[in-house]
């Protein structure tokens, strides 16, 4: 079965293509009309659907408030410039160098520096 991810507004749809293309089943709030939604509105929803979220948003880095080990994950990927093309290259970065089922419950920060994984206890589901 593969893992689901749901790709934030704030990153290109090609973010969703490169996790698609490494065997996730990959989502976007723009497709699912959820552009504008309140971060708990779509922290709520993620973890509704047990997908990991991919965002730029540095905002679910709080881990006080969005902690990962409630939902299946965080991908919080951090580009030093901001553009299509230097997401898309750290997303790859990201399919390429780690699973996210080895670190589910956890926040995966992804920069050019490369990857770190913010361990955290998982609550018995």
Known sequence: MAILVKV?????????????SAG??????????????????????VQSESRWLVTADKG???????????ATGIVLIRADLESRRRYVELATQAVRTINLEDVAGNLVVVT?????????LRAPR
């Open 60 to 70: 679910f880095g709080d881990v006080r408030k969005f902690v990962p080990s409630q």
């Open 112 to 120: 050019a520096g490369g990857i770190r994984v913010r361990r955290f």
């Open 24 to 45: 996730y089943s990959a989502s976007t709030v723009r497709s699912e009309g959820l552009t504008g939604a309140v971060d708990d509105d779509l922290w709520r929803r």
């Open 8 to 20: 934030d507004e704030d990153l290109p749809e090609d973010v969703a293509a490169v996790f698609a």
